[in-house]
């Protein structure tokens, strides 16, 4: 029984770029974040920074941005929109979006 639950935990890990030791910054680099983020300064979208201090303290937000990284969104930072990104697993989203939260400016 031990062995059938360590091939379980082993198969889930495996499936998953955040269980399986990928830090959030490579995770935003493999999903595409960075083509138009990036940490310090605004690129196409905001700053990560820019979006931690902005949603500071909002216990809502989690849930709100990962939302958008897989619908999409416009108009909180401008005009240009934020594709959906469906490709996302769940398990990226969210250690991306507990980073971004986590920056301190």
């Excluded at 499936?15 to 493999?30: E, N, W």
């Excluded at 905001?46 to 897989?70: C, E, Q, R």
């Amino acid at each position: 029984m031990n062995a059938a639950r360590i091939l379980v935990a082993a198969v889930v890990l495996s499936v998953t770029g955040a269980a399986a030791g990928q830090s959030p910054q490579d995770l935003l680099q493999k999903n595409g974040c960075t083509a138009c983020h990036a940490i310090d300064k605004k690129v196409i979208g905001p700053a990560y920074n820019d979006v931690s201090v902005k949603y500071k303290g909002d216990a809502s937000a989690p849930a709100k941005l990962m939302t958008k990284v897989k619908q999409g969104g416009a108009g909180v930072w401008g005009s240009v929109p934020m594709p959906p990104n469906t490709q996302v697993s769940d398990a990226d989203n969210k250690a991306m979006v507990t980073y971004i939260l986590g920056l301190k400016k």
